[in-house]
């Protein structure tokens, strides 16, 4: 299984990027939000990637953030969604917007996705929302309703996905993360220093 991918970008354009790994080029699909954050020809880029087999084809998709992978996973365990249809959801609007229509059940907003009619949107509402609650809902209790620029956006759910994994309560999180974000400069708020800043309060 191939989790991640580390090299130089040799092309891309909205639907894919080639990546040079020593060597070897992997061609990659991702979501327009990846091609957004993907730097000039040339330059170094990691991706988390996920590998789907098939009888006729081995596919990588690959994706800038852990939670727009996470969201990606959920997706594809939706009767009737592929990868294309959850590239298609992850290019059409930010992973926290899409997350907070379904919980919601804003079907306006989830029908205006292409590629997703009536039923289908019904059908993400009624299998994702329980899911998707648990992904949504923390920025705006770690930012106090204070609107986040993108970067700190990124890092924060980042950060936040992976003090999960290590075993850690959302709420103990979220609480430590407004701490950090309200007495840190932003320019200190990369994903690997709130995690570290995390951790040490945490588990004080």
Do not use: H, W
Request: aromatic letters at 6%; a neutral charge.
């Amino acid at each position: 299984m191939i989790a991640s991918l580390r090299g130089k970008l040799i092309e891309a354009n909205f639907t894919y990027a080639l990546i040079d790994v020593n060597g070897v080029g992997y061609q990659v699909f991702i979501p327009v939000s990846t091609f957004d954050s993907l730097p000039k020809p040339g330059g170094e880029l990691t991706l988390q990637t996920i590998m789907v087999v098939r009888e006729d084809a081995i596919t990588l998709f690959g994706f800038a953030t852990a939670q727009e992978k996470q969201l990606f996973e959920i997706l594809v365990s939706v009767n009737g969604v592929g990868p294309k249809l959850a590239l298609s959801i992850l290019s059409c609007m930010p992973v926290s917007s899409f997350c907070a229509a379904i919980v919601n059940g804003d079907l306006t907003v989830i029908n205006k996705i292409n590629g997703v009619g009536k039923r289908t949107a019904e059908r993400l509402v009624v299998e994702l929302k329980d899911k998707l609650s648990k992904l949504y809902g923390g920025l705006e209790t770690v930012s106090g309703g204070k609107p986040l620029d993108n970067s700190l956006k990124l890092a924060v759910e980042d950060a936040t996905l992976a003090l999960e994994q290590l075993g850690f309560k959302r709420d103990g999180i979220q609480k430590t993360m407004k701490q950090l974000i309200d007495e840190l400069d932003p320019a200190e708020c990369s994903t690997e220093n709130l995690i570290r800043k995390s951790l040490q309060l945490l588990n004080s």
